[in-house]
């Protein structure tokens, strides 16, 4: 009976179940619990199980570099971050209103650690994301432009709840990215939010986006429903770099 159990678990889907059968009817057994505590116990499992199946594939289908969480930043190495304005940030309300959240700061002082924490964070809420860099994104274009497909990027890009655009600034756009750029956030405008992190302030954009117009009309409608944290302070891979000591920095 055991063994036709656990094939008919496995039909079912219900893999995790059947491999753990034996555990929950040892506990069931040395507990003396009910019969509904025991399903629930079964079912429960099997809810968390498939849950986190699911996250682990939303996670990846993110794109995200690696995966940072919120639980692993030290708010005290960077006092100019808000710890209570990143706990409303993680309520994800900013989603269902459309709005956007924008990291100004120099290099290196957690700003990809703070998009990405934010984007694993609306996942596990069931919100969609996409994560990109601004690299990747004006190469995107390029080869999406060659082959004729670049309304199916843009339609690609503006299709996920959140759309996190990482390291604005570091490159100038051309003027098809620059263009590209500005139809996904007319797109995603009061629809869609975007995270976007940039090392760049917002006087500098009309040089990131190679004009000055066009730039005001992205941040028109990206500030227009948005919070932003400038972000101040000294690198942390600097920090650990000084905690070796000035003599190891010397190559």
């Not at 708010?75 to 940030?89: A, Y």
């Not at 989603?95 to 700003?111: A, R, S, T, Y």
Request: glycine share 6%; with cysteine; proline share 2%.
């Amino acid at each position: 009976m055991k063994t036709l159990l656990e094939e008919r678990l496995k039909a079912l889907g219900l893999e995790n179940t059947a491999h753990q059968l034996d555990g929950f009817v040892e506990s069931a057994s040395s507990n003396n619990i009910s019969y509904f505590e025991f399903l629930n116990q079964v079912i429960e499992a099997e809810w968390t199980y498939k849950e986190s199946q699911l996250l682990a594939k939303r996670v990846s289908q993110a794109k995200f570099p690696y995966v940072k969480n919120l639980a692993d930043f030290d708010f005290s190495l960077q006092p100019s971050i808000s710890e209570q304005r990143v706990k409303e940030i993680l309520t994800c309300r900013y989603i269902g209103n459309g709005e956007n959240c924008i990291l100004l700061g120099p290099p290196g002082v957690g700003k990809t650690h703070l998009a990405i924490g934010f984007g694993v964070e609306a996942l596990t809420k069931g919100y969609s994301v996409r994560f990109i860099t601004a690299d990747d994104f004006m190469a995107q274009c390029k080869i999406s432009d060659s082959r004729n497909t670049l309304h199916y990027l843009i339609k690609r890009l503006s299709k996920p709840d959140v759309l996190i655009i990482d390291e604005i600034g570091y490159f100038p756009f051309d003027e098809l990215a620059a263009n590209t750029f500005f139809q996904i956030v007319s797109k995603r405008y009061e629809k869609g939010s975007m995270i976007l992190t940039s090392n760049k302030s917002y006087i500098e954009w009309g040089h990131v986006f190679g004009d000055d117009i066009l730039a005001t009309a992205i941040l028109d409608r990206l500030l227009h429903h948005s919070v932003t944290f400038n972000i101040k302070g000294e690198s942390y891979r600097m920090k650990e770099k000084k905690k070796l000591g000035y003599s190891q920095l010397i190559i």
